[in-house]
């Protein structure tokens, strides 16, 4: 790998991570500001996002290769299980702050490695094993804060298990797409594809929820946070993050990726006034330790295996 190439992959994977991170307080800003509804407002975000990737069939190869993206299963799982996963994310970060939506989201590294034994035939060594129960612990301790501490008590044993739901999700997507990320040099056209079946599931959600623009007012000025998370933190941040992918690859591209909780927490804090109270000191340093563990490989005779089953990379939000 050429030095440019190396610092084009940090730059990019250090732009993404950022803007990642600033989604959890612009969405929750259209949660408490603009009075938003969770389907409404996932389903203009990624309508804007598609319209905004468009530009992309301009090129007639682009829209046959999107064709034909479009008619294979291994797309329609990827699009649907990720719509399902923004959908569990919006609906349950409405109901709690956004330092907690982004810790427990991220807890999604926690899971995948089960899910990449399940599906991609990966092993699962027994200090990854310890950290994911170190991760669970820490998860825990982060949800009986939220259950006990002052607010909406209900909001949130419907909203905690919601955003924890989602985070499994994402670690679904992410174990089962690696396959189709890395078998094609087209990575954004395949996202822009599974982006219209996630659209789909969006909307079925709204449906049964009522929940869809049309259905609830929306007003004018939440284009402003809709436009913002569609082109910086779903276009721009992915296309980023697939660069660093090229140029780094997962395993160190997904270090530089906790950064965007540090921003959500930083960012929360500023712009809504947040203030991480014990449990989120605790919990937080947990997540933090097992994901260290996970991530950072053994060196002893199995590091080529932990090698082997550390690539999982995320999906934004």
Same mark, same amino acid.
């Given at each position: 790998?050429? &030095? &440019?190439?190396? $610092?084009?992959?940090?730059?990019?994977?250090?732009?993404?991570?950022?803007?990642?991170?600033?989604?959890?307080?612009?969405? &929750?800003?259209?949660?408490?500001?603009?009075? %938003?509804?969770?389907?409404?407002?996932?389903?203009?975000?990624?309508?804007?996002?598609? $319209?905004i990737l468009s530009p992309l069939l301009l090129k007639r190869s682009a829209r046959r290769d999107v064709a034909a993206y479009l008619k294979k299963p291994d797309i329609m799982i990827l699009g649907a299980v990720n719509g399902a996963a923004f959908s569990f994310q919006f609906i349950g970060q409405a109901r709690v702050s956004a330092i907690v939506a982004s810790l427990l989201l991220n807890s999604y590294i926690l899971f995948t490695p089960f899910f990449a034994r399940t599906l991609l035939g990966t092993q699962i060594t027994s200090r990854k094993k310890f950290a994911v129960l170190i991760g669970f612990f820490g998860t825990?301790?982060?949800?009986?804060?939220?259950?006990?501490?002052?607010?909406?008590?209900?909001?949130?044993?419907?909203?905690?298990?919601?955003?924890?739901?989602?985070? $499994?999700?994402?670690?679904?997507?992410?174990?089962?797409?690696? &396959?189709?990320?890395?078998?094609?040099?087209?990575?954004?056209?395949?996202?822009?594809?599974?982006?219209?079946?996630?659209?789909?599931?969006?909307?079925?959600?709204?449906?049964?929820?009522?929940?869809?623009?049309?259905?609830?007012?929306?007003? %004018?000025?939440?284009?402003?946070?809709v436009a913002y998370l569609s082109l910086f933190c779903t276009a721009l941040a992915f296309i980023l993050y697939l660069h660093a992918i090229h140029q780094l690859g997962s395993v160190d591209s997904a270090v530089y990726l906790l950064l965007n909780i540090v921003v959500g927490i930083i960012l929360s804090y500023i712009m809504l006034g947040e203030i991480p109270d014990t449990f989120i000191y605790i919990g937080a340093s947990l997540i933090f330790l097992s994901i260290y563990l996970i991530k950072k490989p053994r060196q002893t005779r199995d590091s080529q295996e932990c090698m082997s089953t550390e690539k999982e990379e995320p999906q934004h939000t």
């Open positions: 790998m050429h &030095k &440019k190439q190396s $610092v084009t992959g940090y730059l990019a994977i250090l732009g993404a991570s950022i803007l990642w991170g600033t989604s959890f307080p612009v969405i &929750k800003i259209g949660f408490t500001e603009l009075n %938003l509804s969770p389907i409404t407002f996932l389903t203009a975000r990624f309508i804007l996002t598609i $319209v825990a301790v982060i949800a009986f804060g939220n259950f006990t501490g002052k607010g909406n008590i209900l909001g949130s044993l419907i909203g905690v298990p919601m955003v924890l739901f989602a985070g $499994v999700l994402y670690s679904l997507y992410i174990a089962y797409s690696e &396959k189709n990320m890395n078998s094609t040099g087209k990575p954004v056209l395949i996202f822009y594809a599974s982006t219209i079946y996630s659209l789909l599931v969006i909307l079925i959600a709204g449906l049964i929820l009522r929940d869809l623009p049309g259905l609830r007012p929306f007003p %004018l000025p939440a284009l402003l946070p």
